[in-house]
């Protein structure tokens, strides 16, 4: 049975005054983020002005007639991180819409709005994408030095500059739900976790939904399997934020990737438009990930994507009725699950290199009691890195 809590265990971390508080402010994002996966920031520098601007010219676009958005549609053939328009609907309406948007670069080629059907969203959004980078180097470089790295160790890596950038932000509509007759138990948004490395989360008070399931000391398969799920309501002025199943791999297990989902109102709650911005904060697709203590093989976040696209499958939700929607939706969690490198009793990872990739690039597979773990083939090591 699904149990639901009725308290709140994301907390709110003070991040203000940041080199004069350093050491208490990367403990408390430390506690918070290898416990439960999720905070809320506030004294983060960005106004509520900002972000009110943010939310109308997000809303400015996803306002458009539908025939005007499908003119940049999502490539739904592919999986996550792929730019563009994408909805989601049942039978009774809509669940949500969104727009899926990433710095002013090569993965944006012809998906902007153009001046006609939004003028000032590209320059609006990237220069808000910068404040929300500037708020995300704060708290990468505080999660450095609990990892025991250098401060600025993530901050390269992390460039918004780089025109290899894998960052997004999501812009989504979650429509009215009033006069409507949604499925007991349907779900905006089924239980899942993040790719990338963090996300920043704007939501608008009032406007529920957004759940966690997290347990102190558990991973996220067992917290799932408790079925406890908290709600992360907004907080005016705080940002939500929490970590991905790309920090996880790269801190060795140590911050947790947690899962989450949006329901439906229920019936005594606001039922009006809800709309979030999530910014997903990411590395250059040619990064290679590792943690210190070397607990996975190296990968880069294309391949991360790659591993999530295998664990699905092939699943097209625009085939499927309202019933196989939400059979799937409820039955169905994507987490971050990534094997462990076996390692020696010298304490080195086995790993066997195998020169016989298309692309010319070696490839890393990680031995399992001596044989090669075919569940992670598809893992690959860039050619700059050696493994000892």
């Known amino acids: 049975m699904v149990c639901r809590a009725d308290h709140d265990i994301v907390p709110i971390i ?13 403990q408390q994002l430390m506690t918070a983020a290898s416990e439960i996966g999720f905070f809320r920031v506030k004294g983060h520098g960005m106004s509520l002005d900002d972000i009110n601007a943010a939310h109308a010219m997000s809303l400015k676009f996803l306002q458009l007639p539908d025939e005007v958005k499908s003119s940049l549609p999502m490539n739904k053939e592919n999986f996550a991180y792929i730019l563009g328009w994408y909805e989601e609907n049942l039978t009774v309406g809509r669940l949500r819409e969104g727009m899926l948007i990433g710095y002013d670069n090569k993965r944006m080629k012809d998906l902007w709005p153009t001046k006609d059907m939004c003028e000032g969203y590209k320059e609006h959004m990237v220069a808000f994408m910068h404040k929300c980078h500037a708020v995300t180097e704060q708290i990468m470089s505080c999660f450095a030095v609990g990892l ?43 239980a899942h976790t993040d790719f990338e490395l963090l996300t920043l989360l704007f939501t608008r008070p009032g406007e529920l939904g957004l759940e966690v399931c997290a347990g102190k000391g558990t991973s996220a398969k067992e917290a799932m399997k408790s079925g406890m799920w908290h709600p992360c309501d907004p907080v005016e002025g705080t940002i939500t934020v929490n970590v991905g199943d790309a920090l996880q791999y790269w801190s060795d297990d140590r911050l947790k990737s947690t899962f989450h989902r949006v329901r439906v109102p229920k019936e005594h709650e606001y039922k009006g438009d809800r709309h979030s911005i999530a910014y997903f904060a990411n590395c250059t697709g040619s990064t290679v990930l590792q943690g210190p203590q070397k607990k996975y093989p190296p990968i880069t976040f294309p391949e991360i994507l790659a591993e999530k696209r295998r664990q699905v499958g092939d699943v097209n939700r625009d085939e499927m009725t309202d019933e196989e929607k939400m059979s799937f939706d409820l039955n169905n969690a994507l987490g971050p699950e990534m094997q462990p490198v076996d390692v020696t009793h010298s304490g080195k990872p086995e790993f066997e290199v195998v020169k016989s990739s298309e692309s010319g690039k070696p490839k890393i597979q990680p031995m399992v009691k001596g044989k090669l773990s075919p569940d992670l083939e598809h893992l690959r090591l860039q050619p700059s890195v050696s493994v000892i």
């Open 148 to 190: 025991g790295l250098e401060q600025d160790f993530f901050k390269e890596a992390m460039n918004p500059d780089d025109p290899d950038n894998q960052t997004a932000m999501y812009c989504n509509k979650y429509p009215s739900t009033k006069g409507k007759q949604f499925p007991e138990g349907a779900l905006r948004i089924y």
């Open 14 to 26: 003070d991040i203000a005054n940041m080199e004069a508080r350093r050491p208490e402010i990367t």
